[in-house]
Structure formats: C-alpha cells, structure tokens
C-alpha cells in the first residue's frame, strides 16, 4: 500500500518533467530527423535515403557557412568570456554586497527588450548616418561619414553585447561561492596575482566558465537577427540558410538536414572543446 | 495503455478543435501587412456583425509555409501573389476550387481576372481571383541618381557603395531582364533557367561591392533611402510612393525592360472554416468606396477597372508621376512558377549571399 | 631575539579603533598564543603580520627587519586558515606543491620536498588524494604541512581548531604543540578559547577590546591576572561583586552584595571602590577556616566529571559557589548544610567593570 502511494507520486512527480521531454524536445528532434531522411523525387512523392546530407557534403556554400558560424560563434563565445569574467569577478567579489543586486540588474537591462529592437538599437549607433559617425565628424576625427555596419566586426559585437550577460550570471554564481580566504592562502604561499588567478580562481570558477562557453556558444551559433541585421551583405549565417530552406525554398527536408547537422556539429563542438580543455559536463553541474 | 493514450490524444485534439468550433463566425484572414486597414475591418463587422475578423500579417513564402504545416487548416482566407498558387497547390495541396458564382466578378479588371485565373485552374477548377496590383522595379533619388533606367544601374560603378536590393527572386528576374533576357521563356526549361541562373548569380556576385546591403523589408529599405545612404534600389512601387510623399527627389523608376507586376489574389485554404464570409469579404473590399480605403493603406492599386483613379489623391500623383501608358503597356507580370524552380533559385540567393567580395 | 616583533601597531576603521596600540615580541621558536574573545581585534592584529591589511600606526618586524612595505606573497610568513583553506581543485600533493612552485624550486625537488612534510605531518603517502578525501584532523595537518615545506619564520594559525568536534580538537591541541616542537618553528596562534592557548602555549597574550591587557606564561596568568577581565577570562572563577570596606596590608575587607563579608589580595583599589572577587574552585576547600575566607550554604548539588568534578554550594544570600571537588570523591549529598574555606592570598580583588 505504502509503496503504491510512493510510486503513484514518484509517476506524479515525473509526469511534467516526462511530458515535457518527450513532447518538446525528443518529439520534435525525432520528427525533423525522419524529415531530414525524406528525398523528394516529385511533387507529394518522397523516398527515404540520405540524399539531403550528401547535398550538404556536395555543396561548399552550405559547410562553409556552417564552418563560418561556428568559428565566428567560438570568437564571440572567447571575447564573451574575456569581458565576461572581470565583470562577474567584480561583481562577486569587489562589490560591496549592497551594490551587487543592482550590478547584476545592470547587466540584466539589455534582456528586457527584444533581439530586434537591440539590432536597431545597434543600426542606430553604428550605420553611416548613425549617431557615432555624427558624433566622429564633429569632433573632426573624421571627414566623411563612415559606415561602421555590414561587416564581420560589427555582428561579433552584437553577439558579445547579446549574450555575454550569460556569460556572467554562471561565473557570479561560481565565483560567489569562493571563500576570499583561497585567494588569501594563494598570496600568503607565495604567490603572485597571476599565480593566483591562474592557478586558484580560474580552476575554482572552471564550471561556471565552462557552462557560460557552451551556453554562449550554442546561443550564438543559434542566433538569428543579430547576425542578419548587423552584417547586411555579408552575413552568412547558418540559421539564415535554414530559415531559407524551410521558408523561400519551401525544402523542408533540406532545412530539416541542416537542423540536425546544426545539432551535431555544435555539440561536437562543445563535446571537443570540454576534451580540450580537460572537463567534463559533470564537472560544470556537480560541484563538490 | 493503449486506450489511454488514445484518449489522452482524443482529449488533447478536442481541446485543439474547440476553440475553432466555437466561434464558426470567425473569418481569419491570412495577408500582407496594411491588407487589412483597421478601418475597413470596423466597417465589416459593423455592417456583419456576426462576423469577427481577425488578421495574420504574412508574405508569399511564410503563406505557404504556414498553410503546409497545417496542411491548409488554420484561416479561412489567403492572399498569395498569383504566381505562388499553381505550383504550391500541386505540391502541397493545400487551397480549396473558389466557387465563383459567390464572387461579385464583374466588379474586377477583366484582363486581370483572366489573367489570374489562366494561372490558377487546375483541372478546371479556378483556385483565385485578383485583389490588388502592384510592381517592382527601381527607386531613385533624382538628385543624385537622374540618369537611372534600368535594372543593370544597380551596379553602375557611378553608385558605389549606395545601391541597394532585396535579395530574392523578383532580383534575379529582374537582373535578368537587365541582361537582356526573358525569365519566364526559359521557365519550362530547367537547363536553360539553370543557365541563367548561373549568368545572374555571377553579375550579382560581381555587383556585391557596389551595394551598401541588402535590405529585408519596408521599413530598412525606408530608412536607407531617406537617410540618403542608398540612392538607388530594388523596391516595391507602394514603399517609393509612400517615400514619395515625404521627399518628392524620390521616385519610383519603372525598368526600361518592363517593371515586374504581381497581383495579389484571395485564395481559400482548404481548411477554410468560413467560406460564407470569406466572399462577403472579398465583394466587400472590391466595393468603390472600400477600394481607396484599402489602398490608402497598401499603396497598390485594386484589380478593378479604374483602379488607378480610385487611389488616394498622394498615391495617384505619385503613380502617375512613375508611370506613362507605354511604362502600363511594358508591364511583365509575374509567370507561374513550375514546381523545383524556387529551391534553385534559392541556391543561386544562397551563393551570391555567401560570395565574398 | 625575536622572531616576530610588533611595536604600538594601532589599526584604524573609520572612527573604530580595532587594534590599539599593540606591542609584543615573540622568541625564537616559541609558541606564543593570542587569546580574546570574538571581535577583540587578534584576527585584524594577525592579518597585518599576514599583511592583508596595513597598519595604520606602528611598525612590524619579522627577524628584526620591517615588513610593512612588503607585500603578502613576500612576507616568509605562513597562515593556517580558520577553515583551513586548502584549494579542492588541487590534490594534497598539489595543495603542498603550490607554495614551492610559486617560489621557483626546481622541480626536480619538489615532489621529495613533499614527500618529506607528509612524512613529518604523519601522513606518508597521501599525495594522490584529494582534499575532500580527508577527514578533518588530517586536512588540519595538510594545511599545516602546506605553510611549513616552505620553512616560513613564524607560522600564524587562525583558529584552525574552531570547526573541529570537541573530542579531536583535544587531540589535536597535543598534536599542533608536538608539531610546533619538531619544527622548531615560531607559532602565533589565534583562539577565543583559552585552553587551547593555556595547554599549547610558552606565553600567551590576552587581549580585549584592541588591547593586550596582559602577556606572560599561561601559569602566570591563571595564578596572577592583572586585572578582573584576565581573571575571568583565563580559567574558571567564583565571581562576586562588592565594596571595599577597607584595605590594610595590601588585603581589602569586601562587603559581598547579599551581605557575606571576604578579605582578598587587592592591588590598587581605595576603600569604597566596587570591586569583583574572584577565587578559583580549586582553591576553595570544604570546611570551616577563618573568618572573611569562609561561607557556609547548603550542596545544591553535586556535579560529575571525573577530574574535573564540582560541588555547587548555595549561600543564604542566593550566590552559586563553584568548590572544586578533583577525585569526586566527596561524601556530601544534596541539601547537606556545610562550610566552605580558602586562603585569604588566592581571593582577588579587581576593579569592577564598567559593564
């Protein structure tokens, strides 16, 4: 009896965790996979095969795009964690614990408004009649206008500016939880800041540094707008192409492939920098 | 288990449905933004008041993208462009045949409604009738760009760095027809289209130095063209007489090879809960008196006789201010698109997008 | 010669004072105990040897050389963290290692070094394992192993004791002090707990409020504190309040509130001061003696701990007197009436306190 009302409430218990992988994550994954595996060979006539992942392979515009994000993503994840730290550092431990909250609200501000409207907010800023080129001429650093949108530079900073607050909330929570008296014990043996920084704080803040990278990098290389309204001309990116398939082309087995390739190869990208790095994904969740 | 299952699903498909069941005297009408004045849908449900309206702002591709996923269900009205219904109809089956006795046809442009039904039987069954008109060609920004004609003036080296287009079909089409030759002869011939394709898609990749950007929508194109960083683009007619209005330098500039004309039409999904009010809508919007409201709105001029005289005074000076009769009488409209050409063509945006300069 | 010499360092939050005036020298190899309760100032004092914090007035110097224009990291200073502090994402062979890596050893000599403190610390072998492997008595000799392969002048320990459960924390006060004799290193210790420091140290200060109110060998201290506070604080102590009658002969006759009436050694204070008496346990016997050093209550009841056994007396007046009782061996029972007496000389007499 007794064990019946505790699996009753266990089945109770797991029922929306259940639901919600099997309906929005495994579900989907699975549908797109069998859509990736569909050829088409004339109009409602489909065979199954592996057709679409040989175009890919066939196709350089297509992996080169894809190679293109996700060096632009481990870029923007590098340059996200070079700003990212100092700040969290501050924040965890330079502030003053009354000013923390308000730092971390700080950094929160950029979220409260859509992707879109940063964009623009970034077009604004940065485009040749824009409000840094103005401000250039009129304080005569330059002679013309310049156009500061539209190239590689620019959509990597609209990436750090959007996701590098994902960066800093895991490295505050870890660094946060560092007893000063590490740091402490690091100088009294003898050793230097850089000693210190490297040899204490980045191990200890090592799972907060590996779950910010991959959340940022699979953000990036997932992101969308940014890289479309930042780049203009120039801004291959691999959602575009997806995007494209499934909606201009109406190819959805196509875009359906270069869903579940983009999958692959992002986590085989995490998987090999975790290898690189020498982590593990239990080291980033499990802390003892 | 089994049986659960089946009800939990049966359960989960009837909470789907009942929403849509009870209010059958919904109209959903799938469209453009500004098909769909706030003013005309006040006046529609005053004068059907049993009728709610309610709108899905859209375009050609999302349409049909939509309308796949549900397998046509969803909205009880579509305005696809008339060359996006034959083959997406053959493909994905998702339209239902109009019953055009329930269509106040005499109160359409003859020459269009043929047109747009020509395009649109399958098997005898007509699945569209024209709504509105519009084109696509050039604007200009006569002060700095008197001479531009044409569509090979994108990449006139004269505008470096201050053209600009949208990166999709009607720029290869056009681009085309810049080079001197006919897209929709070769649409038959896959070979041929391919071929020119390839010719296009080296002209844009050369081109892509000479362009600021491409732009995505109404409102970037706007913001380019009066900043004054683009002086020439790709655009629609309806967004150069919109800009028109606030700077008359800007104009719209029909390509000497034609401008390229669609016509936006009202198709039935084949989901379509609410055919009765689906044509009331129809007669309703081609009425006189709605029509200069609607196109108060779009910018594009309806598919009936005097559509041009019935535009909103700003609208009809900026019309006849881009065209003359022989600019009407060079119009190419838009050929049905044959099933596959769009995946090539998207191959082709795909390379010229990912060519670097 | 001393080791570690600090001269009037004063240290200044604000308009808070939290080490006022501190002079003190610490021989050569000695082990030498700061006692205070919490927030006395001794964790600040210790910082400014450590040299996470400077002085605001007063110099410090380690082998007769200033440190106050040294950084950290330069100090051959060693700490042994309150929470011990060794690194979890190091092993213990690493945790050692760090300090000698940070010095530039070769590293060929590195891992022997090693090697040889565990050995020292009784722990062979441990290198492999990781810090959250050990349990606390062992972590407490990795972190004391960490500070002394680097063979600082002075070891300073922050309470390392305080996490420890009452039963260890035994064991490992004979241990530090048997490690602090194999070393012959110089240990500064930091406690609130005075048996720590009474059992561990060759001298101890006590400190309060910012201040040494007195420094010398824990025997000196129990059996002659300079003031109430030393008294009450070091050891355990009957404590009564009162007023001087009269002093002769450097013996003050104190009128006890409640009404008994004491003579005790008093240094200092003038007839009508309020005073404290304080006469430890140990000295008070059961019986009758003279008159001023004897009172007469009832058992209130008997209290066991083998040698540390306590009889608690009620005076008429209502004091609780605490009368040592070491082989527990006494035949009194509760509600007994008796007497009790001590020597006059071991009754103290102290200002009262302020507080």
């Known amino acids: 009896m007794r064990s019946d009302t505790g699996k009753l409430s266990l089945i109770l218990l797991m029922t929306p965790f259940a ?54 993503s481990i870029l923007v994840t590098i340059l996200a964690l070079l700003i990212g730290f100092p700040v969290a550092y501050y924040i965890a431990k330079i502030a003053k614990k ?128 940014t890289p479309i309204l930042l780049g203009g001309k120039n801004s291959s990116w691999f959602t ?34 975790l290898r690189l790095t020498g982590q593990s994904l239990a080291t980033t969740v499990a802390k003892e | 288990m089994k049986t659960s299952l089946k009800l939990m699903l049966a359960g989960t498909a009837m909470g789907l449905t009942a929403g849509s069941m009870a209010s059958a005297e919904t109209l959903r009408l799938l469209t453009w933004g500004s098909y769909a004045p706030d003013e005309l849908i006040q006046k529609f449900e005053e004068e059907y008041p049993d009728i709610d309206v309610e709108v899905t702002f859209s375009n050609n591709e999302e349409m049909i993208a939509k309308l796949r996923a549900t397998g046509g269900s969803g909205y009880d009205l579509a305005q696809p462009s008339h060359d996006r219904i034959y083959a997406a109809q053959l493909e994905y089956d998702i339209y239902k045949p109009l019953d055009l006795s329930q269509i106040n046809t005499d109160a359409m442009s003859a020459n269009l409604l043929d ?5 649109t039987t399958i098997d005898g069954e007509v699945y569209a009738v024209p709504h509105q008109w519009g084109t696509s060609g050039i604007m200009a920004n006569i002060k700095e760009a008197p001479d531009a004609s044409g569509w090979a003036d994108l990449c006139d080296p004269a505008y470096q760095g201050k053209t600009s287009m949208r990166l999709r079909r009607t720029i290869l089409l056009g681009t085309a027809f810049g080079m001197g030759m006919n897209p929709f002869e070769l649409y038959a011939d896959k070979d041929a289209y391919q071929d020119m394709l390839d010719k296009v898609t080296a002209k844009l990749i050369e081109c892509k130095s000479n362009i600021k950007t491409y732009w995505s929508g109404g409102d970037d194109l706007s913001g380019l063209m009066l900043s004054g960083e683009v002086v020439l683009s790709e655009t629609w007619d309806s967004t150069a007489y919109k800009l028109y209005n606030e700077n008359p330098d800007i104009v719209f500039v029909p390509p000497e090879t034609g401008a390229l004309a669609w016509i936006d039409t009202f198709a039935i999904p084949k989901g379509g809960e609410a055919d009765d009010a689906a044509y009331k809508w129809i007669n309703f919007v081609l009425r006189p008196e709605n029509v200069t409201i609607m196109s108060a709105s779009t910018g594009a001029i309806a598919a009936v006789p005097n559509g041009i005289e019935l535009l909103p005074d700003d609208k009809r000076s900026a019309v006849q201010a881009a065209f003359d009769q022989s600019d009407l009488d060079n119009l190419k409209f838009f050929a049905n698109i044959p099933p596959g050409l769009e995946d090539m063509e998207g191959l082709a945006l795909e390379r010229i997008k990912a060519a670097t300069e | 010669m001393y080791d570690l010499e600090s001269k009037s360092v004063t240290k200044r939050f604000g308009s808070f004072t939290a080490v006022d005036s501190v002079s003190f020298g610490v021989p050569s190899g000695s082990f030498f105990s700061i006692l205070g309760p919490s927030g006395c100032g001794k964790t600040t004092l210790m910082r400014m040897i450590a040299g996470f914090e400077n002085p605001s007035e007063g110099d410090i110097l380690i082998k007769d050389r200033s440190v106050l224009n040294d950084a950290p990291n330069k100090r051959n200073v ?141 025997k000196e201290l129990y059996d002659r504190p300079v003031s109430g506070f030393v008294a009450g604080f070091v050891g355990d102590a009957n404590r009564w309040a009162g007023r001087i009658d009269r ?84 035949t009194l029972a509760e509600g007994d009436e008796v007497q009790i007496h001590w020597d006059p000389k071991r009754a103290l007499a102290f200002p009262g306190e302020a507080a």
Not at chain 3, 102 to 108: E, I, L, N, P, Y
Not at chain 3, 165 to 175: A, F, G, N, S, T
Not at chain 3, 306 to 324: D, F, H, I, Y
Request: charged letters at 20%; a negative charge.
């Open chain 2, 115 to 119: 047109g747009v039904k020509a395009n």
């Open chain 3, 78 to 218: 060693k700490m042994v963290f309150q929470h011990l502090a060794l690194f979890p994402m190091m092993n213990v062979g690493e945790n050692i290692a760090y300090g000698l890596r940070c010095r530039g050893d070769a590293k060929s000599s590195i891992g022997d070094k090693v090697k040889a403190v565990l050995d020292r610390v009784g722990l062979p072998g441990v290198e492999e394992k990781q810090v959250s492997q050990l349990s606390g008595g062992q972590k407490q000799r990795i972190a004391i192993a960490r500070c002394m392969v680097l063979e600082p002048d002075v070891l300073l320990l922050d309470e390392p004791l305080g996490a420890l459960d009452l039963k260890l924390r035994e064991h490992m006060k004979i241990e530090l002090k048997q490690l602090q004799h194999q070393f012959e290193t110089t240990f500064l210790y930091i406690t609130h707990d005075q048996s720590e420091a009474l059992v561990m140290s060759d001298n101890v200060a006590v400190m309060n409020a910012g201040r040494f109110e007195q420094i010398g060998s824990p």
């Open chain 1, 19 to 72: 639901l919600w992988i099997v309906l929005l994550i495994i579900l989907p994954q699975a549908g797109i996979g069998y859509v990736s595996l569909q050829e088409k060979v004339g109009p409602r006539q489909y065979e199954f095969g592996f057709k679409n992942y040989m175009d890919f392979l066939g196709e350089p515009i297509y992996w080169n795009t894809l190679l293109r994000t996700a060096w632009m």
């Open chain 1, 98 to 225: 009354q000013s923390r909250a308000g730092l971390f609200l700080l950094c929160l501000i950029p979220l409260w408004v859509s992707d879109l409207v940063r964009a623009f907010g970034w077009i604004v800023l940065l485009r040749e009649t824009g409000i840094i080129s103005g401000a250039l001429q009129w304080l005569g650093i330059i002679g013309e206008p310049v156009e500061l949108l539209y190239n590689d530079m620019t959509v990597i900073i609209g990436l750090v500016y959007t996701v590098v607050l994902f960066m800093i909330v895991p490295l505050v929570s870890t660094l946060d939880g560092m007893d000063d008296a590490l740091l402490e014990a690091g100088y009294n043996l003898g050793g230097s800041r850089f000693t210190v920084f490297r040899r204490i704080i980045v191990p200890y803040a090592m799972p907060g540094i590996v779950s910010g990278c991959i959340i940022t990098f699979m953000l990036t290389a997932g992101s969308y707008l």
């Open chain 3, 247 to 330: 002093v002769s002969d450097g013996m003050a006759r104190v009128q006890l509130e409640g009404g008994d009436v004491v003579v005790a050694t008093s240094e200092g204070a003038g007839d009508g001061s309020s005073v404290e008496v304080f006469v430890r346990p140990e000295v008070i016997k059961i019986g009758a003696g003279p008159e001023g050093s004897t009172l007469s209550g009832k058992v209130d009841s008997l209290l066991f701990n083998g040698a540390n056994s306590r009889v608690l007396v009620k005076t008429p007046s209502g004091k609780l007197v605490e009368v040592a009782d070491p082989s527990g061996a006494s």
């Open chain 1, 240 to 273: 575009e192409q997806i995007y494209n398939q499934f909606i201009t082309r109406y190819n959805w087995e196509a875009g359906a492939t270069f869903g579940v390739l983009l999958l692959l190869f992002t986590s085989f990208v995490v998987w090999a920098g």
